[in-house]
């Protein structure tokens, strides 16, 4: 016969290794879930088939989001002058994406704000956002590109314009053509 203290470490044992294993599954299912929620802010994609899709091609959330607003800042220097109203655009964007104020990349991204990133930078990210776009499916890819050119529209239309009239200016709409040329 067992006695009783040998079958208390035995049951504790048991119920320690049982509670790790589904610790161990939950702490993994929550990581998946914060990443996939991560992944939905950055890109403005909200199917979770579509995010799990995305999560498997390696892409990050943080990637994502460097793809979701690199051309917003492009957008705001348009015309070459940083205006308040299209700063703050950017910045609610990046909120919007997921990052985080105190990282590096509000930090570099605030840096653009202030002064204008090299062309290479927009060269760099309509490479990139082609090597992405490989990657997606098709329905996933035509959700990203229209949450980043929604996002980019809304920088161009922060100036808002005279009286509702060209709240869009030229150098602008040739930055959001460019944007959107770079998905196809």
């Known amino acids: 016969m067992v006695d009783r203290d040998s079958f208390d470490e035995r049951r504790r044992a048991l119920e320690d290794a049982f509670f790790k294993n589904q610790d161990a599954a939950l702490v993994e299912k929550l990581r998946q ?98 090597a992405a776009m490989e990657q997606l499916d098709r329905a996933t890819g035509e959700q990203f590109r229209d949450s980043v050119v929604a996002r980019a529209r809304r920088v161009a239309k922060a100036t808002g314009g005279i009286l509702g009239i060209a709240t869009v200016s030229a150098t602008e709409s040739k930055v959001l053509d460019e944007i959107e040329g770079a998905f196809a």
Do not use: C, N
């Open 33 to 130: 879930q914060t990443t996939r929620e991560e992944l939905a802010a950055a890109s403005g994609i909200t199917d979770p088939a579509a995010l799990d899709a995305i999560l498997a091609t390696g892409i990050t959330p943080r990637t994502m989001a460097a793809l979701s607003l690199v051309p917003l800042v492009f957008v705001a220097w348009a015309d070459h002058i940083m205006d308040e109203r299209e700063r703050r655009a950017v910045l609610s964007a990046a909120d919007e994406a997921g990052v985080p104020e105190d990282g590096p990349g509000y930090e570099l991204l605030e840096a653009w704000l202030e002064q204008r990133p090299p062309a290479a930078l927009f060269d760099a990210w309509k490479h990139s956002i082609s």
